[in-house]
């Protein structure tokens, strides 16, 4: 007797037993390393590299399964500028993206809520072990939404909270996906960068060059092969670590000194011929930007001190200090042989930088409780003169913000015209130097990737007005009258640029905070506010009888402008023309960023085939992104597009790629004479040399050991002008320029200009000889540890 057919109501037992799901064993975690794994040790379970691996002296051997970081916070080391155990730290998305440095690393998957609580009560010493080490992360802060746009599926869910997960991907194509538009909400949290471990760390916000740092995730591995294909680097690498710490380091920088005085201070001055040519230089070039100053109250103050210089007690010793600082900002402007020519005395190189030093250590120990206006114009001097010269420029920052708080305690925050008791001479001196302290504390901010000290509501001290100098008078009784900003004078370019100010402060803050919570059509608002001050930049002209001096004015009042504003627009749009290549919504941004940047880079040209004196004047940390920023959209490639569906910005136009590279070239050469010039330069000079390496290789593949032998070359050759420049000077020792000397390579080099457009590649088939080989394992690498490539990321503030 057969069974009866089973109803499908009514499942037998067998059939329930077969619907269940399986309870499959759960699976023990591995937490020890590969190599500990394979021969059965004790693991530590340390992350990069483990305890055992270290001490076997083979840490890039220790690697862990992917299960090994699904404990891990949603943003990890990268591993193109630090290698296992390195400081340096860049923050990347959560998600890999096209354009992220986690792009080539495996995805892993990420714990829900619930059970990273469960395994934090269970493995609370393995949570140490992995998320404790300040190495592993850049932050401990876990969003769940990492992406810029929020795509909900319907329109209803436009206004959900940034912090909701959301069920459909970016990425997807799905039908169901809302077009975007610049209406949605975006949600970025920008990259910074961050060096150091545990306390002791260095925090470099989320600028230009922090966003753009991180598009090069194969920048390491790039400098590795030049070192591999350079092996007679080893034989000069104590000069070149000189080089690259600053041939000053020792002398005068760390070299002890007396307190100054009045006396000794009067002393350090040079003749009255250098003194009259550098005054001259700082009016023409320095003091038509950054208003401080009434030139002819200086330079009758000027005349008296000539006639009171041998009775320091008649002096003083605000104005020595406040005329040693105008020598020392107009320095690398004037030629050095005419002014050994015209001194009587001894110069030497670093007699500036003598200068800023002991000004330094006089202001200090002068102790000024209640700064008034002198005060404040030689606090603002140091700033200046320390940048030029390029140092403290880590601590730029606390020193303009410092200083914009010492200036609003003495109330130049508030309009002057509500006090009574203020000369109308002093109002206007008053305006002038607040705007100066303002427009200084927004620019370091941009250069940091820092937050303004203050916004529009925080203040309501009126422009200056577009005077020339001679028109007021320390006795002057009222105001003359305001000129149209179509008349050239001598504060054009203060009442020109302020009346940007206030959306350039507005930018700037949004930029750098932690998140970037806006819709993209606030940025477009932004982008049309700037382009129309742009636009309005006065096109002026001069007669025909006119010295160069004042058209060299002219030239700089107008490429300063353009470029000041320029730098706010490269600001707002460099996050979004990264993404661009990912989302058509941000092509504006990534034209703009093109545009902006060519027009920085084509200004510092045009400048440098007019005048050294104007290159050296409008060179700037601008100079530096906008020239990253080329790089960085030929690195691209293919990749990089206006649009998802579009071609890339370098291919819309038939030979745009070659004249991007010939720009580049030429704007590296104006950066070589800048960094000549300051105390440390070198490093940045190698790796702007290296970025656009890198960038030619992916345009021209077939030649990339060519392009390579050029950044050698480079180095080799700045080097060796650095060193010729000073080879009769006291400073470098008995060692003089070392290896230099001895070496063929590098005498092969040709240490004249030109290098950046016509660089020489030496013949390297040479015969092995004593010290010109690699280094032994563990010993120092010339090429990434003397250039500390783990540490360029923050080259900027160093």
Known sequence: MTDPAPDSDHPLPEQQQQQQPRIRKRRRRTVACTQCRSRKLRCDREYPSCGRCQKSKTPTRCTYEDGFLWQQPNTVVSPAFSERGSTTMVQLPAHPTPD??????????????????????????FMETVLGAPKAAVDQEIYANREVLQRPRHASHYHHHHHHHREVSPHSSGDEDEPVSPSQQLDMSPRFLMRGRETKTRYNGSGIFANLIAQFPDIRSFAEDIRQTSPHLSALRPDLFRVKKGLWKKVPLNTPFPDPTTRSLIDMLPSRQVVDELVTLYFTYIESTHRILHVPSFLRELDVFWGQRDEPDLVSPLFVVQLLLVLACAWNLADFDTLLIKNEAHLACYTAVEWVLHTEKWIDNAQIKRPEIMALRVYILLIMAQNIHGMKRSKAWLATGSLLKQAMLAGFHRDPSKYTKISVFNKEMRRRIWATIVELDLQVALERGMVPSVQESDYDTAPPLNINDGEIQETSEELPADRPLTELTDSSFQSVLLRSLPLRLKACALMHSPRISCRYEEILRLDWGLNRYLSKVPSWSTANGEDFQTQHRMILVKALLETKIGHSLLSIHTPFAIEASRDSLFAPSARTRLEVAAMILSTQKRLQQVSRSLSLSILGDWTVQAYCSVCQLLHEGEGGSTGSSSKPLTRTLVGLSESLVSLAEAILTCLETRFLLVVKGAKEYFFMSTLLALAKVTLWPEQASVYKQEVVNR?????????????????????????????????????GPGMATTPLVPDLTLLPTPGFGMPPTGELDPFLDAFDWADLTGITFE
């Open 100 to 125: 992220s440095a986690l792009s080539s690393a495996p995805t892993r998957p990420q714990p829900s809520a619930t059970g990273m609580m469960r395994r934090e009560e269970k493995r609370d010493h």
């Open 715 to 751: 180095v080799l050759c700045f080097a060796q002008t650095l060193f010729s420049r000073h080879a009769n000077c006291t400073h470098l020792g008995n060692w003089g320029m070392g290896n230099f000397k001895m070496n063929p390579i590098a005498a092969s080099v040709d240490a």
